[in-house]
Structure formats: C-alpha cells, structure tokens
C-alpha cells in the first residue's frame, strides 16, 4: 500500500521560508512523475510544481523562481522549498505520486493528507 506523507508546513512572515517534505512507503518515486499541489478555502486544487521521471522539473507561473522542487530517490522523498513566501500563497499543500501529467492533478495515483502553509502579511 502506498503512503505519501507530508511535512514542514507551518505560520510564517511574508518574505520567509519553508521547506515541504514528502516521505513515500510502498513505492519509489524514480518510477513516477510527482508533484506539489495546494488548496486554499474554497478555491480548486492549483499546480504548484512538479519532476517527470526523467528529472525534468515544473513550476506554476506563480511560484517560479521562488520555489524550488527536487527528489532523492535513495531516500523516497520530495521536498519543495518556498523563498519569499506570500500571503497567496496561503493553502494546504499536498503531494502526489504515480502521475502521467504533472501539472493534471486527475493523472494522479497516490495522494498525501496535505501540510498546512499560513503566511501571515
């Protein structure tokens, strides 16, 4: 059975930092496209960035050049890190795995129960 397990959110300034971790059992992520994916109330689940299997690496308009996504497949984990966060950015973060489209939050599998970001103005 797969788990993705996320991590590292919390409340943070504008203009700070956070690291996202995404911790996978049942699975290796070299096999998959994964990504990053946030939810804000009453807003539909947004893109945030994403690797395909062959390393290459997405990100929504919105958090280019702030957010960086990377992998470790010896470890089975994905981390997002966030620099000069926004109030926007505000949302439950959430990871997948076994994707087809990265940025197409329906080609994916496996789902995480998602870490909450706050940024406070």
């Known amino acids: 059975q797969v788990q993705l397990a996320e991590s590292g959110g919390g409340l943070v300034q504008a203009g700070g930092s956070l690291r996202l971790s995404c911790a996978a059992s049942?699975?290796?992520?070299?096999?998959?496209?994964t990504g990053w994916f946030r939810q804000a109330p009453g807003k539909e689940r947004e893109f945030v960035s994403g690797?395909?299997?062959?390393?290459?690496?997405y990100y929504a308009d919105s958090v280019k050049g702030r957010f960086t996504i990377s992998r470790d497949n010896g470890k089975n984990t994905m981390y997002l890190k966030m620099n000069s966060l926004k109030p926007e950015d505000t949302a439950v973060y959430l990871c997948?795995?076994?994707?087809?489209?990265?940025?197409?939050?329906?080609?994916?599998?496996?789902w995480g129960q998602g870490t909450q970001v706050t940024v406070s103005s």
């Open positions: 690797i395909y299997r062959n390393g290459g690496t």
């Open positions: 997948a795995a076994g994707g087809r489209i990265v940025a197409d939050f329906r080609t994916y599998d496996y």
């Open positions: 049942g699975r290796t992520f070299r096999s998959d496209a």
